[in-house]
């Protein structure tokens, strides 16, 4: 069992940052993907980004690419999500996730585990 519990979340105006940590419970954090996913209000929760266990090899969404920075802490057990350039549209309830597939995935069904979300709200 792995319990992830997110913080970092705020308000914020365009173009301004915010980083989001994820701290894992758990002595094998260091074997698990971790993925960060958001969801505004009335859609679907999407894939923001992704780091892998093995290499730390990251991948992300292309509305998010240049802006944002996944990076992982294993002797923390924390992943963080750095953003950078908000726009309004980042503007979310924003996830981590954990999975235990080596391949690690971008869709929400290859996560086992997830945080209860932290808040974003970016102001234009």
């Known amino acids: 069992q792995v319990q992830l519990v997110e913080s970092g979340g705020g308000l914020v105006q365009a173009g301004g940052s915010l980083r989001l940590s994820c701290a894992a419970s758990?002595?094998?954090?260091?074997?698990?993907?971790m993925g960060w996913f958001r969801q505004a209000p009335g859609k679907e929760r999407e894939f923001v980004a992704a780091i892998g266990w093995m290499v730390g090899k990251t991948y992300y969404a292309d509305s998010v690419k240049g802006r944002f920075t996944v990076a992982r802490d294993d002797a923390k057990n924390t992943v963080y999500l750095q953003m950078n350039s908000l726009k309004p549209e980042d503007t979310a309830d924003y996830y981590c996730a954990a999975s235990h597939r080596i391949v690690v995935p971008t869709d929400l069904e290859g996560y086992d585990y997830w945080g209860q979300g932290t808040q974003v709200t970016v102001s234009s």
């Open positions: 758990g002595r094998t954090f260091g074997r698990y993907a």
